[in-house]
C-alpha cells in the first residue's frame, strides 16, 4: 500500500526563499531533476512500455527505458517542450509569477528575467497560464452564486500602443460563480467567456462548474429557469423595484467581479485579446482558489506540478486564442 499523501513542504518540495531558490536551481541539469521528481513523484516511469526502474541516463535531458530502451526527456509533452529557453529561466519565471501577489505582466516578465523579446516572455506568461487549470478538478459546490458581468477589455498589444493606435475597448460578457460561506466569506471561484446571457450560453457553464445538489443563488432573469431540472436547488433573488442593488442580493459575484475587474486594469493595463480573456480568468483563478496558501513556495510548486502534465502550445496557438466552447473545454 502506497503511504498516504503529505502536503509539499517548504525547504523540502519548494524553496522557502529566493536564496534557497538559488542554490537549487543553479544549474539547468538541477532543473531538470526537479522536474523529474514532480513529473514522476514515485520515480520514473517509461511513457512507452511502463516498466518502472531508473533510467540510463545518456546527458542530462535524455532518459533511456532500461527495458524497451525507449528515450525520452522530462520536458517532452509538457508546457517545457522544445524550449530554447534555459529551464533556469522557466524556473525563475514561475517563481516571479507566483510571488507576485497580482501576478505580472509580459513585458515585467521580460524585464525581470532579461529576456531578449517581449514574444518570449508573453508566451512563457501564456504556457504558465495553460498550467493553471488542473483537468479533472473538482466542481464547485454548496451555495454558489451565479451571474454575467461586463469586464471591458481593449485590444491594444504592447508596443504597437506607442503609434498612437487607437484602442478598441470591448465589452466581453463572463458568466461568474461564487462559493459562499456561511456565516461570511467566499471559497472558489469559476469563470467563462460567453457569448451572450442566454440559458444555452449559461446552462453548460452551470452544469460543468458546479455540482449537482448544489443551491444556485442567482437573479431573477429566466436564464437560470430550468436548473432545478438539472438536479439544482434554486434560490431566486427577484429584485422588486430599484431599491435593492445587485450587489446586495448576490455579493459574491458582486465582489469577485469587481476584483478581476481591477485585476485586468491594474496589473494588464486593460489590454487583453478578447479571444484570449478566458486565460486570463485561469490565472485569477488560480490565485484566488489559493489565496489562503500561507507560502508563496506552495503556488510555484502547485504551478510546476501542474505544468509538467500540461501539453505543449505553440506561439500560434496560443496567439490563435480560444474560441467560444459552449460545451466545455
Ligand atoms: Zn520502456
Known sequence: MNAPPRGPKAGQDYPQAWAQFMDWFATDEACSRYLERLRWHDGFV?????????????????????????????TAGTIFDKTRTPLRTWLAGAWYVTNQKQGVSAL???RVLGLNSYETAWTMLHRFRRAMTRPGRERLKGDVEVDETYIAITDRIYPLSREGRKRNTTDT??????EVVKPKGFG????????????????????????????????GSA??????????????????GSSTPAHV?????????????????????GAVQPSQ?????????????RRSSRSRGMLFYRLLEQAVITPPVTYSDIAGGRSFSPSGR
Request: glycine share 4%.
Open 46 to 74: 517509461c511513457p512507452r512500455c511502463g516498466n518502472a526502474a531508473e533510467p540510463y541516463r545518456a546527458n542530462r535531458a535524455r532518459l533511456m527505458c532500461r527495458v524497451c530502451k525507449h528515450q525520452c526527456s522530462v
Open 188 to 219: 472558489r471561484v469559476r469563470f467563462r467567456r460567453i457569448p451572450d446571457d442566454s440559458e444555452r450560453s449559461v446552462l453548460p457553464f452551470i452544469r460543468e462548474e458546479v455540482e449537482p445538489g448544489s443551491t444556485l443563488h442567482t437573479d
Open 173 to 178: 460578457l463572463v458568466a461568474v460563480a461564487v
Open 223 to 240: 436564464t437560470y429557469r430550468s436548473v432545478t431540472k438539472h438536479g439544482y436547488k434554486h434560490d431566486r433573488n427577484v429584485i422588486l
Open 249 to 269: 442580493s448576490l455579493p459574491g459575484v458582486h465582489r469577485v467581479a469587481s476584483l478581476v475587474k481591477r485585476w485586468i486594469l491594474g496589473t494588464h493595463h
Open 277 to 289: 480573456l478566458d486565460y486570463y480568468l485561469d490565472e485569477f483563478a488560480f490565485r484566488f482558489n
Open 108 to 110: 515585467g516578465m521580460q
